[in-house]
Each structure stands twice: as C-alpha cells, then as structure tokens.
C-alpha cells in the first residue's frame, strides 16, 4: 500500500500527462527510482533519464525489466557533467532533492536546463506564517532547536541538525514556498498547479510537506 505522500506525488505526474520523454533527479535513495518506473507503468511513457549519485541494490536487480529507462550516476549540480546530457525532456521530476543541495539555485538552473515543458517538485517548507519574512530560506545545522526547524521529532540519533557535528553530504535548507516560487519565477517557470499537506512530518512541528507543478515560460 502506497503512503500518502507516495500517491500525492505520483498525481503530480498524473497531472502533466501525456508526455513521452522524462527526466528524474535524485530518485533513488529509499525508492528505488519509483517514480521512473512508474512513469513507464501507469502511462507509457518511452524514454526515462535517471540521474543519482548512487544505484541502489534493488534497482540494479529490476532495471532488467525496464528497457525504457536509462540511469546515469552522476552529479547534477556539476556544470560539466550537465553539459554531457544534451537532450531536454518532456518533464522533470525533483522530490526532496533540492533542499540538500549547498547551491540550491546554481543546481536548480542546472536541472530546469535539460527540461521543455513540465517540472514536478515536492518536498519539506517551513510554513509562512511561521517565520518573518516570507521569501525565506534557513541554513539548518546552524539554527538552534528552541526556533522548531527540526522536521524530525527529538532524536539524539540525528546528527545532521547539530552545528558541532555537521556532515556536508547531508547539508539541508528550510525553504518557504514563496522562496521556491520565486527561484522558479526568476528561471522563467509559472507555478501552475500547487498544494501542501502534513504527510509524514510531526504535527508539533512547522513543517508542511510542499508540492507543485511549474510550466516554462515561452
């Protein structure tokens, strides 16, 4: 059974249907390219790019069976490696990517680059009325815990939040959906569809879990 978070996001992609070539950032870790198979599964869809840092186990076990995806380990917030993938897509797909990335723009330009129509996005913001300024985004690893930014519950296990023990692999931005909106904006894409909802975040806490549709602007 699929969690709300998982069939919220595949109705994003339901939402920009038809197309008939894909491109996926970052969506191996935990889901096994999901959503990429999925794309070829529930709608056909005949080319898929997918580009991770790594290939999961499971995924080099079922990639037999979907010759129309193609997976790239990669890295797409470096210039040159973006400049080898010369095709653009249909669309693009980035969940929960974009807040872990130190350059979040300069790889949001990069991504949005090899993409000709529709970009599907989602992942944890920090709700406006929570903070003072709405076209906001917070380094979290150097924020203290009594301003909430966790978006986990209180974990002595959680190491990536504490300022003396920060992993740059894990590096991760509290972003508004305003700040999102106006990164998109700014490249030349129109939010034409968005929504937020809890998901799997803590109810005590001030995050939503955030998803929009953007279309490039002629």
Wanted: glycine share 4%; aromatic share 14%.
């Amino acid at each position: 059974m699929q969690s709300e978070t998982v069939i919220k996001k595949l109705d994003l992609l339901d939402r920009c249907m038809p197309v008939k070539t894909v491109v996926e950032y970052g969506g191996m870790w935990g889901v096994d390219n999901l959503y990429a198979t999925e794309c070829v599964k529930r709608w056909g869809v005949k080319k898929v790019l997918s580009i991770d840092f790594y290939e999961s186990d499971n995924w080099k076990v079922q990639k037999r069976h979907y010759p129309q995806i193609t997976f790239i380990k990669g890295d797409f917030r470096n210039k040159d490696f973006m400049k080898k993938i010369t095709k653009k897509y249909d669309l693009g797909i980035c969940y929960d990517i974009l807040l872990h990335q130190p350059e979040c723009y300069e790889t949001l330009e990069l991504m949005l680059s090899k993409i000709k129509t529709y970009f599907c996005f989602a992942q944890p913001v920090i709700e406006e009325k929570r903070v003072s300024f709405k076209n906001t985004m917070v380094f979290l690893p150097g924020s203290q815990e009594k301003f909430q930014l966790r978006p986990y519950l209180l974990n002595k296990d959680i190491k990536i939040f504490d300022i003396n023990r920060v992993d740059p692999s894990h590096w991760i931005w509290a972003m508004t959906p305003t700040l999102i909106k106006n990164m998109l904006k700014s490249l030349r894409w129109k939010i034409i569809y968005e929504d937020a909802w809890q998901g799997w975040l803590p109810k005590i806490s001030i995050w939503k879990m955030y998803r929009c549709i953007a279309k490039k602007e002629k």
